[in-house]
């Protein structure tokens, strides 16, 4: 099984509060035990470029060295798996566009999730994504005002 992190996903693991982080623990503990107990295997996590970029804006922008090593530390990885924007993904992310209704920023991630197959599911915390049918969700249920 593959977890696909959005980068609402990844902000949340690197530099999310206490309460993000754990929903995030607790899904991919689910995910896990999920994988475990199916033939699916072992949980791999993967991103796309486009989460690279999204999640290195914030520290780049407030001039936050720290956080921009911790976004570092954890895009090196050595068993991160990522999907590169190149034009199958690209297609498949201008046809779920259109046909959903998605920013851009979204249908990208989408295409890129999809690129794995049915063995892939994404984490985020956006519920945009729930317009795609296609798309497997582990959607991060957390009470935003507590957050």
Known sequence: MIA???ASAVIYAVEGTSVWAE???REFRQ????AR???EGDLQMAISRLS???CRVGPLRR???VA???FDTFFRQPD?????LIPAVVEQATLLRAKHNLRTPDALQAASCLHFGSAAVMVTGDSDFQRVPALRLALLNVDRANA
């Open 31 to 34: 995910l896990a035990d999920s």
């Open 37 to 39: 107990t199916s033939a």
């Open 68 to 70: 921009m090593a911790r």
């Open 80 to 84: 991160l798996e990522w999907v590169e």
């Open 4 to 6: 696909f992190l959005d």
């Open 23 to 25: 929903a995030l623990k």
């Open 52 to 54: 690279w970029l999204e």
């Open 63 to 65: 001039r936050d060295a």
